[in-house]
DNA sequence: GCGGGCATCCGCCGATCGTGGGATCGTTGC
DNA sequence: GCAACGATCCCACGATCGGCGGATGCCCGC
């Protein structure tokens, strides 16, 4: 099998020669370049196949979150993995934001991060076991669909509020249900009592925050089965 | 060292004796009790100290998720690693908000396993490869914060604006910054005008849909050091 | 010094919105 | 059958909102 070909992109030139050794004790792995700072990183994966970069963040000229942001829109099919000393809820967040498929702390053991860096350029990712927790608990605290934010709410007077929340004026309301402007008046009065809402500008801030926003994000409606 | 107390939670018998060699193959592990549906499971849980339930999804009785927002309920210190053998979108999502710290897939190799177990019983998590990749795409389809959002506004007008996307009427807002309602007007004004929006419902929705609403979740705030 | 951006005020107008009342019609359930 | 509920419509009132024009001071940069 041909071996998977690594660029390492960390800035102390003695972690860095520790690294390269580590890594080609697996006969999988090839260490085809290393560098130490994001700018070389860019450039040389601008210039030769490399099918993963194992990313520090702090590094000079270019810091990693840039460089991994730069590598994934220049080269689409080189994964990166960060390896780094920190793992910060924001850069956690902005490393993967910016491109990252793997993220791993280096305390990691030897054998585990070989490992890693195959997993990412096998297609998968890799998150060390402290950084995947982070993750669950951003994942956790992300809006949450409330299933019961229109309960009180009939069928017509939900979709009220759909046309309320994507900013339509009480005419244009009536205008896609066919309906008269008082007739919508009155079906807004009642979404707005039974919800307990002072004015439609609530309504859409309630529908956002109850995550019943017609938001795409697939984080907001998560199912259990029945 | 205190050897960890793991319940088996999985209804294929066979499966489970062999889940018991696999694990009892490290002295660190101690199988307590392996049982076939969740009932038993949350049962056990409330009964004994166990330190990690080994939980499968597709169960009898009380389904794996369900199992998992019982136990993390009524012993918020056990840990939940759902060892499953699918890995979709909406089934990890949901284990983790009922509470799963970790999420392994059956093709698992057992060290791994036995790695997994250990670490989520450390208080990290555990996310297989595979898994670690769903998530980290839905983490970067989250709601993303556009910085340029409020690019053209003055300081004043991006208050204003707060303001106005927490849902104060023009008179509140004048009364938080003893300003007159006029003035306000003139902010508000100001504000939908360069933003080229329509009024102020558009306004709330328009910072929701770029992230800049008040949201304390941390997802919408990726910082990249400057 | 003088324009230009900014924050602050003012009044006026028309449109929109929220709320009060009341009315008809159909379905569903006791 | 009748009560209860929901959907639909109507009118009128006052509050709020958005848009227009104009005004004053301030500070910064040319």
Known sequence: MRPVRVLLAEDQAMLRGALRALLEADPEIEVAFDVGDGAAAVELVRAHRIDVVLMDLRMPRLDGVRATAEITRLAPTTRVLVLTTFDADELVVAAIRAGACGYVTKDIRPAALRQAVLDVADGSAALAPGVA???????????????????????????????????????????????????????????????????????????????????????SSPRVSP
């Open 133 to 219: 927790e982070k993750v669950i608990g951003l994942l956790r605290r992300a809006p949450v669909a409330d299933p019961d934010a229109l309960a009180p709410l009939t069928a017509r007077e939900r979709e009220i509020f759909g046309l309320i929340v994507a900013g339509r004026s009480n005419d244009e309301i009536g205008a896609t249900l066919h309906l008269t402007r008082n007739t919508v008046k009155t079906h807004v009065r009642a979404v707005l009592g039974k919800l307990g809402l002072r004015d439609r500008v609530h309504a859409v801030i309630y529908a956002y925050e109850h995550g019943v926003a017609p938001r795409d994000g697939l984080l």
